[in-house]
C-alpha cells in the first residue's frame, strides 16, 4: 500500500486500522515527487488525498492505467478529497479511480472500502486515450460491451489468497495482454465506425455536403489508421497495418478538397476496412491476403496517380 497524504495525523489512523486486515508496510508519502517513487514498485492500493502538494492527480491515474508510471495499472486507486478541495472531482472521478471518499471521514470508513475491493472488482473500459473502472450499471447490448474487459485483482489475493502470492506476476501479465489486445481491436473498432459515418455522408446528396465534416472525419480516419500502423507495423500483425496505411493514404488525398472522395474510393475504403477487421482472423493465408488487397491499391493509387486529370481537387500526396 501507498498512502499520498500531508497530513500525519489521518496518514497514521488509517494505516493503524488497515493492519487488522493484513495490509502492512505502508508507505506513505507527503509530496509528488515521493509518491512517484513509490509507485516505482508493484503497488496492490493507493490512497491518494487529489490535492497533494505538486500532484495533478487525473494526470497521475491516468499514468497509471496506461503503464507510464510503475508496473501495475491495476493498482486499487482510492482519492480521497475535502469538499472545499479546488480540484474538479467530476474530472477525478472519471480520471480511472475505482472510489473517491470525502473527508473528514473516519478511517474505519476507509476500511470498509477496502474491504469492498478485496471482494470484487470492476471491469475496465479500455480505449484509445482513457483505461479506467466500468461505471455502467448494465450491460448496454450494442457492442460497446466488448470494450470491458476483466483486471486481475492483486489486492484481493493478497489480503485473502496469501498462499497464491507466487502467482501474482502471471496475473498481471495476463492482465497487460488482455488490456493490450483490448485496445488493439478499439483502434480497429474506430475505423471501422468512421468508415460508417463517412458511408453514411456519402448517401446524401452531394448539394447537403458540409465539406467541414468530410474533412474532420477524414482527419479521423487518417489518424486512426496511423495509430493500428504504429501499433502493428514490424510485429505479428505487420500485414494490418498495411491495409490500415492504405487506408490513411485514402483518406489524405481529400483533406482539404473542395468535393468530397468518388465512389470509387469511399467503397474502396469501406472494404479495407471490412478486410482490415478480418486480418486478425486465424488463418494461414490472412497476412498473405492482406498484403495482396494493399498492393491493388497501390496499383489504384498509382494508375490515378498517372491520369491525373486535374480536375477532381484530390491532394496528391507524392
Known amino acids: 500500500m501507498v498512502l499520498g497524504e500531508a497530513d500525519p495525523m489521518f496518514s497514521s489512523n488509517v494505516i493503524d486500522a488497515l493492519v487488522p486486515r493484513g495490509i502492512r508496510d505502508a508507505v506513505v508519502c507527503r509530496s509528488s515527487e515521493a ?47 475535502r469538499p472545499s478541495t479546488p480540484t474538479d472531482l467530476g474530472k477525478v472521478f472519471a480520471s480511472g479511480v475505482d472510489y473517491i471518499v470525502l473527508k473528514p471521514m473516519t478511517a474505519d470508513l476507509v476500511v470498509r472500502r477496502v474491504d469492498g475491493f478485496t471482494r470484487a472488482r470492476k471491469p475496465f473500459v479500455v480505449t484509445e486515450d482513457f483505461i479506467g473502472p466500468s461505471r455502467r450499471a448494465k450491460r448496454r447490448n450494442d457492442g460497446s460491451d466488448d470494450d470491458v474487459t476483466p483486471v486481475p485483482n492483486t489486492l484481493r489475493v493478497k489480503v485473502l489468497h496469501n498462499d497464491r502470492v507466487a ?54 480516419l487518417a489518424e486512426k489508421s496511423d495509430a493500428v500502423v504504429a501499433a502493428h507495423k514490424g510485429a505479428d500483425a505487420d500485414h494490418a497495418a498495411e491495409i490500415a496505411a492504405r487506408i490513411g493514404v485514402l483518406a489524405r488525398r481529400w483533406v482539404g478538397a473542395k ?56 491532394v496528391s500526396n507524392g
Open 35 to 81: 509518491l512517484r517513487a513509490a509507485l516505482a514498485q508493484p503497488v496492490d492500493l493507493l490512497l491518494c488525498d487529489v490535492d497533494l502538494p505538486g500532484l495533478d492527480f487525473c494526470v497521475l491515474a491516468q499514468d497509471i492505467r496506461f503503464g507510464r508510471l510503475g508496473s501495475h495499472p491495476f493498482t486499487v486507486l482510492i482519492a480521497t478529497a
Open 167 to 220: 502467482l501474482m506476476p502471471r496475473l498481471v501479465e495476463i492482465g497487460l495482454q488482455r488490456m493490450g489486445k483490448k485496445r488493439a481491436e478499439t483502434q480497429i473498432k474506430a475505423i471501422g465506425r468512421l468508415t460508417q459515418r463517412m458511408y453514411k455522408m456519402h448517401q446524401l446528396p452531394p448539394y447537403r455536403d458540409n465539406m467541414a465534416d468530410w474533412y474532420v472525419v477524414l482527419n479521423l
Open 259 to 314: 468535393t468530397r472522395p468518388p465512389d470509387v474510393e469511399v467503397m474502396l475504403i469501406a472494404q479495407l476496412s471490412d478486410a482490415l477487421a478480418g486480418a486478425f482472423a486465424n488463418a494461414a493465408d490472412v497476412p498473405e491476403i492482406a498484403r495482396q488487397i494493399a498492393a491493388m491499391v497501390d496499383g489504384f493509387l498509382t494508375k490515378d496517380a498517372e491520369a491525373d486529370d486535374g480536375g477532381n481537387g484530390a
